[in-house]
């Protein structure tokens, strides 16, 4: 069993940024794969960013150029650096792992770009 928790969504105005973290219950070295999805309402959640344990990385093209994500496995956490926010990017954010054959989702975080 993994717990999976994101913190760091808000309130920003347009061009802002803001790093969501979500920190695991355990280690997450075994977690191969994680990775950020995003949800408006009366849409289906979407992919933003996935990385893998062996490093490689894949992004949605609209948030290309101005999302990063990463992991650190000492710290057991995974983070979304977004730049350049723009309106569209308003959702809930929500982190995935998966470890076997089990997947594992965190509860969400708002993230509002609004001016």
């Known amino acids: 069993q993994v717990d999976l928790v994101e913190s760091g969504g808000g309130l920003v105005q347009p061009g802002g940024s803001l790093r969501l973290s979500c920190a695991a219950s355990?280690?997450?070295?075994?977690?191969?794969?994680m990775g950020w999805y995003r949800q408006v309402p009366g849409k289906e959640r979407e992919l933003v960013a996935v990385?893998?344990?062996?490093?490689?990385?894949n992004y949605a093209d609209s948030v290309k150029g101005r999302f990063i994500i990463s992991r650190d496995n000492a710290k057991n956490t995974l983070y979304l650096q977004m730049n350049s926010l723009k309106p569209e990017d308003t959702a809930v954010y929500y982190c995935k792992g998966v470890k076997g054959w089990s997947t594992y989702w965190g509860q969400g975080t708002q993230v509002t770009v609004s001016s």
């Open positions: 990385t893998t344990s062996g490093g490689s990385t």
């Open positions: 355990g280690s997450i070295f075994s977690i191969s794969i």
